[in-house]
Structure formats: C-alpha cells, structure tokens
C-alpha cells in the first residue's frame, strides 16, 4: 500500500482530504470520517456511549487489547483487527491516532503515511471531537494537558525514528 491516512479528532481532522481515490483510511474512535476503511477504537468510555446508544461505529473496528476484552463480554461491535500494543507504553500514554499509525504501518508498511487531528504536535492542545462523548476532567487543567501535548510529540518523533522506512506528512492547524 502507498498512502495511508490516519484521522485523529482533534480540530484539523476538517482538514482532512484523500489524495487519490485508493487511498487507504485510518479514523479514530468514533470517527466523522466519511471516506474511512477503518477506525481504531482505544476507550472503553466509547463503547460504553455505543452500548447506551449515544455513540454509532458503522465501519470495522480495530480494538487494542482492552476493548477486544471489553467487547468480547458486551458484543456491540464486530472486531476488523486487533492493535498490538507497545511493549513498554502503558495503554493511556499514547492517543489513538498513535495507536492508529502504529497499527497501519505494522499491518501494510506504507510509504507514506499522512497524518490529520493531530493538533497537540503544534499546540499544548489535547482537545478532540471525542470530547463531546466521554468528559476528561483532567483535560480542563492547562498543565496536564501540556505534559500530555509534551508526551505525544514524542512519541511522534520516536515513532518516526522507529520506522524510516514510511514517510510520516503530519497535516495541523498552523
């Protein structure tokens, strides 16, 4: 596969546009993403929303470890794939469009691999669409929220070093 994309939830997601018609798509939780093949689903807060019927997935799910177990004691959804975890990451360090690319370049090692509503990479902003659905207190607090900003950029950077072999293109409000 030569282009992937990858659709976090933060305010550029708008942004987001296919390059050619074949490109492959990546959303996150409960994407808004019309064009998307997928979505990988990290919270469990979310399939709790889809299980109240306030929160609606209609593509196939890639689930981490934690959903996958969640999902298979309350079925609402049917499993695409399963997201490996990083082995010395704990499951709230990384945000799922983390989780999502990780996944697409494990699974089809594109080329490249483009990046949208992934605002914390330039501003101390983890806020995200999904924030309608689950509430994060800890997301009103400026200083936690800049230490997570903080700890995804470098994810990012080390996740970009791990593999060379794809071209990461992040796409951000500037």
């Not at 990479?121 to 509430?135: A, F, G, I, P």
Request: charge should be positive.
């Amino acid at each position: 596969m030569n282009r992937i994309h990858v659709v976090g939830n933060g305010p550029s997601w708008i942004n987001f546009k296919k390059i050619d018609a074949d490109d492959y798509v990546v959303g996150t939780n409960v994407t808004r993403v019309k064009e998307a093949n997928v979505t990988l689903l990290s919270d469990i807060n979310i399939c709790e929303k889809i299980s109240e019927g306030r929160a609606k997935i209609d593509i196939p799910v890639v689930v981490n470890q934690h959903v996958k177990n969640y999902l298979l004691k309350n079925p609402i959804l049917e499993i695409f794939d399963i997201q490996v975890r990083f082995p010395d990451v704990s499951p709230l360090e990384l945000s799922s469009g983390h989780y999502a690319a990780h996944w697409a370049i494990r699974k089809y090692n594109p080329k490249e691999l483009h990046i949208w509503g992934c605002d914390s990479l330039v501003k101390d902003n983890t806020h995200s669409y999904t924030d309608e659905l689950v509430k994060h207190p800890s997301k009103m607090k400026a200083i936690v929220m800049k230490q997570c900003a903080e700890r995804w950029r470098k994810a990012w950077e080390k996740m970009t070093d791990e593999y060379k072999d794809t071209k990461f293109i992040f796409h951000t409000f500037t």
